[in-house]
């Protein structure tokens, strides 16, 4: 499975940003996708994810009524709306993917920086 990213760079606090991640590769399904990341010096959290059977989401106390994750129609694409983000969500941002049969998947990370 490859996971490819896009949509990171600058913004000042209280912008928006929206990540995606395309999924492509993979001849099972994905059973959770989802977003951590990792900022200089810190370990890698996780966000947000989505099951792929139904939807459902999961969040961060950090950044729930902040972030929404969704996906595509295609259920292989998915999105990370950043609203009112601050200083402190500057970080790479990884999209991950765990398979049906248990194969966890990185992407290569989008580097988002919040000013102040």
């Known amino acids: 499975v490859q996971l490819v990213e896009s949509g990171g760079g600058l913004v000042e606090t209280g912008g928006s940003l929206r990540l995606s991640c395309a999924a492509s590769g993979s001849s099972s399904s994905l059973e959770v996708m989802g977003w951590w990341r990792q900022a200089p010096g810190k370990q890698r959290e996780l966000v947000a994810t989505?099951?792929?059977?139904?939807?459902?989401?999961n969040y961060a106390d950090s950044v729930k009524g902040r972030f929404t994750v969704s996906r595509g129609n295609d259920k292989n694409t998915i999105y990370l709306q950043m609203n009112a983000l601050k200083p402190e969500d500057t970080a790479i941002y990884y999209c991950?993917?765990?398979?049906?049969?248990?194969?966890?998947?990185w992407g290569q990370g989008t580097q988002v920086t919040v000013s102040s």
């Open positions: 991950h993917a765990v398979t049906e049969r248990a194969l966890a998947y």
């Open positions: 989505i099951i792929g059977r139904d939807g459902t989401t």
